[in-house]
C-alpha cells in the first residue's frame, strides 16, 4: 500500500464554512484510499459550495432541482488499464453543501462534522466505483462507510449509516 497522499484541489466558497478543515479531509481521503487498496497517486478535486449551487448541479447532471448534501463526478479510475504503471489517476471532484448537511446533521442526531465525515467517504467511494441504486449495492455500501468511519477521527455521534440517506432520495 502506498504511502502516498492524494493531491487534492480544496475550494470552498466565501459564503460557506465546512465543519472539517483541510486536513481533515486529506486525513479521510488518504483514509480511505489506503484502505480501499488504491497505490497510484490521485487527484481529486473537494468543493465546498452553498445550497444554491449544489442544487443548479443536481439539477444539471442528475435532473434533480434540488439541494442535496454531496455530488460525485467520477472521471478516472485507479485500476483504469490505460493508465500507466504509477501514473497519478485523475479520480474526480466531490462536492459537498454544509448547510444542507447542518440540516441533515440535525435531522439525524449527528454533529455537523461526523456528518460531513460521512458524506467525504460517500462521495470518495463514489469515485471508486461503489454505487447504492440496487438494494444489495446500497447494503454493501453502507456496510463500507461504516468500516471505514470507525478508522476516522469522530465526535462518536454516527453509530451505523443509514442506507435510507442516500438510497430513498434518488427513487424520489
Same mark, same amino acid.
Given at each position: 500500500?502506498?504511502?502516498?497522499?492524494?493531491?487534492?484541489?480544496?475550494?470552498?466558497?466565501?459564503?460557506?464554512?465546512?465543519?472539517?478543515?483541510?486536513?481533515?479531509?486529506?486525513?479521510?481521503?488518504?483514509?480511505?484510499?489506503?484502505?480501499?487498496?488504491?497505490?497510484?497517486?490521485?487527484?481529486?478535486?473537494?468543493?465546498?459550495?452553498?445550497?444554491?449551487?449544489?442544487?443548479?448541479?443536481?439539477?444539471?447532471?442528475?435532473?434533480?432541482?434540488?439541494?442535496?448534501?454531496?455530488?460525485?463526478?467520477?472521471?478516472?479510475?485507479?485500476?483504469?488499464?490505460?493508465?500507466?504503471?504509477?501514473?497519478?489517476?485523475?479520480?474526480?471532484?466531490?462536492?459537498?453543501?454544509?448547510?444542507?448537511?447542518?440540516?441533515? %446533521?440535525? /435531522?439525524?442526531?449527528?454533529? =455537523?462534522? $461526523?456528518?460531513? &465525515? *460521512? #458524506?467525504?467517504?460517500?462521495?470518495? !467511494?463514489?469515485?471508486?466505483?461503489?454505487?447504492?441504486?440496487?438494494?444489495?449495492? %446500497?447494503? /454493501?455500501?453502507?456496510?463500507? =462507510?461504516? $468500516?471505514?468511519? &470507525? *478508522? #476516522?477521527?469522530?465526535?462518536?455521534? !454516527?453509530?451505523?449509516?443509514?442506507?435510507?440517506?442516500?438510497?430513498?432520495?434518488?427513487?424520489?
Amino acid at each position: 500500500m502506498s504511502s502516498e497522499r492524494a493531491t487534492i484541489d480544496f475550494s470552498v466558497d466565501d459564503r460557506v464554512s465546512c465543519a472539517l478543515d483541510a486536513d481533515e479531509m486529506q486525513l479521510i481521503c488518504d483514509t480511505v484510499l489506503a484502505e480501499e487498496g488504491v497505490r497510484r497517486p490521485c487527484y481529486i478535486s473537494v468543493s465546498i459550495v452553498d445550497d444554491e449551487q449544489i442544487r443548479e448541479l443536481n439539477a444539471q447532471w442528475r435532473s434533480q432541482d434540488r439541494p442535496t448534501d454531496v455530488l460525485s463526478f467520477e472521471c478516472e479510475r485507479p485500476d483504469d488499464p490505460g493508465l500507466a504503471e504509477g501514473e497519478p489517476c485523475e479520480l474526480g471532484d466531490i462536492v459537498l453543501a454544509p448547510q444542507y448537511i447542518a440540516n441533515q %446533521a440535525k /435531522a439525524f442526531g449527528t454533529t =455537523e462534522a $461526523d456528518e460531513t &465525515r *460521512l #458524506l467525504l467517504v460517500h462521495g470518495l !467511494l463514489h469515485l471508486l466505483g461503489y454505487d447504492h441504486m440496487e438494494e444489495s449495492d %446500497a447494503r /454493501a455500501m453502507e456496510r463500507r =462507510e461504516d $468500516d471505514l468511519i &470507525r *478508522l #476516522l477521527p469522530s465526535d462518536h455521534t !454516527l453509530s451505523s449509516v443509514v442506507i435510507t440517506r442516500h438510497h430513498e432520495e434518488d427513487s424520489t
